[in-house]
């Protein structure tokens, strides 16, 4: 997980934000920004820069490397705490608490406003870059993409499903996003893979989360990214999150992500519960769910 910068809030001034935003501003065109262009890009004068560099780089919001020329970029850090910046202005969030959860491609924490929501930021291509690369449509056409562009791009597409999802779809509650950070609604319960379901509600359960995945498949959207860890499970029903992969029903492959998707479900569902699940037909399942016709699995073994 990458350092929570929320305690390093207080200490920065505006003039450290506008360093910051020019390195930001800067990365569009280069991994590390030349020393010597960050005045005109932050606005300050060299003698400032000079000192924001000194107090931005001992809270580790940025790093600097010297090859043909002296270069810096933003740290995770630096960029968290633009989006926390922004968040604030707005009256969005109003402190940072503690961990929700850890993710190959997130960090989720808890922050506190008119009650408690999540604050997801989006890692995708700070530490697996190329494989975001290859893996994401929207890097294809960039001469020069950096992990900044991939994060906020994933929170973009992310945000965007949660808005046309909600509240047809069970998915949190959207609340806010900028850069690379959404605002959301915390989820209630616990992720399927921790949860031990009885043996009468085992059936009943995967009925719920395939019914999700039909009316989001109604509103047009596929998960695309489906497993027992993006499923939430708790007393009043189940959740659907991550969904910075979704793609659209429109998709070439849409309809075998969907497939996909089910396949994965019903796998786990019958490695952990394989006494409680009759021997379905997958692609059955799958295109009940597509043509909005889904009951439940019972109709398909």
């Known amino acids: 997980m990458v350092r929570n910068v929320a305690g390093v809030m207080a200490e920065l001034e505006p003039e450290d934000f506008y360093l910051l935003s020019g390195v930001e501003q800067g990365m569009r065109f280069s991994e590390w920004v030349n020393r010597g262009k960050l005045p005109e890009l932050s606005n300050l004068t060299s003698e400032e820069v000079e000192y924001r560099l000194d107090r931005c780089a001992t809270r580790g919001l940025i790093e600097r490397k010297t090859i043909q020329y002296e270069g810096y970029t933003l740290t995770a850090e630096g960029y968290d705490a633009l989006a926390l910046r922004t968040f604030s202005k707005r009256d969005t969030i109003e402190g940072v608490g503690a961990p929700l959860g850890v993710g190959k491609e997130s960090d989720v924490l808890e922050v506190q406003s008119y009650r408690p929501l999540a604050l997801k930021f989006h890692r995708e291509g700070y530490t697996n870059f190329r494989e975001v690369m290859r893996e994401r449509d929207y890097a294809s056409d ?128 019958e490695r952990k519960y394989p006494r409680n699940l009759p021997d379905l037909d997958v692609d059955s399942v799958s295109e009940s769910l597509a043509t909005d016709d889904f009951e439940t699995v019972r109709n398909h073994a």
């Open 142 to 269: 960039k001469q020069h993409v950096s992990w900044l562009y991939t994060a906020r791009k994933a929170a973009e597409r992310e945000y965007e499903a949660l808005e046309a999802l909600y509240p047809e779809v069970s998915v949190p509650r959207p609340i806010d996003q900028n850069r690379h950070a959404i605002v959301m609604a915390k989820l209630e319960g616990v992720e399927l893979d921790r949860a031990k379901l009885p043996d009468e509600q085992v059936v009943g359960v995967l009925d719920l989360i395939l019914r999700e995945l039909a009316s989001a498949y109604q509103v047009g959207y596929v998960h695309a990214d489906m497993s027992e860890y993006n499923v939430a499970v708790s007393e009043s029903g189940v959740t659907v999150f991550d969904w910075p992969q979704a793609v659209s029903t429109d998709h070439d492959n849409a309809r075998e992500l969907l497939a996909r998707d089910v396949s994965n479900l019903v796998s786990y569902f």
